[in-house]
């Protein structure tokens, strides 16, 4: 079965910088685009970042130019490289594949950004 397993987060103060992985196991990893989601408290689940197959990104407008998303398909792990981090960027941080029609999610990792 799709399985999904976020790591990482942390208490990080403003300006700093963290680095997300989602380990996946149970499907072709190197054949899926891979997202990461993220959702603050109190707010509606929202795209972080998403690479697709081959390789190309697309980040939400907020993030660009500070977060970068990447993928390692001998390890089936994608990542996402947060710098320049505000505390607008505290929420659960979730990545996500559509594998056969269906959406699937990790637990989440948490991401606090406080001084």
């Known amino acids: 079965q799709v399985q999904l397993v976020e790591s990482g987060g942390g208490l990080v103060q403003p300006g700093g910088s963290l680095r997300l992985s989602c380990a996946t196991s149970?499907?072709?990893?190197?054949?899926?685009?891979m997202s990461w989601y993220r959702q603050a408290t109190g707010k509606e689940r929202e795209l972080v970042a998403v690479i697709s197959s081959g390789g190309s990104t697309y980040y939400a407008e907020s993030m660009k130019g500070r977060f970068t998303i990447s993928r390692d398909n001998a390890k089936n792990t994608v990542y996402l490289q947060m710098n320049s981090l505000k505390p607008e960027d505290t929420a659960v941080y979730y990545c996500?594949?559509?594998?056969?029609?269906?959406?699937?999610w990790g637990q989440g990792t948490q991401v606090t950004v406080s001084s």
């Open positions: 149970g499907f072709t990893f190197s054949s899926y685009a």
């Open positions: 996500n594949v559509v594998h056969d029609l269906s959406s699937y």
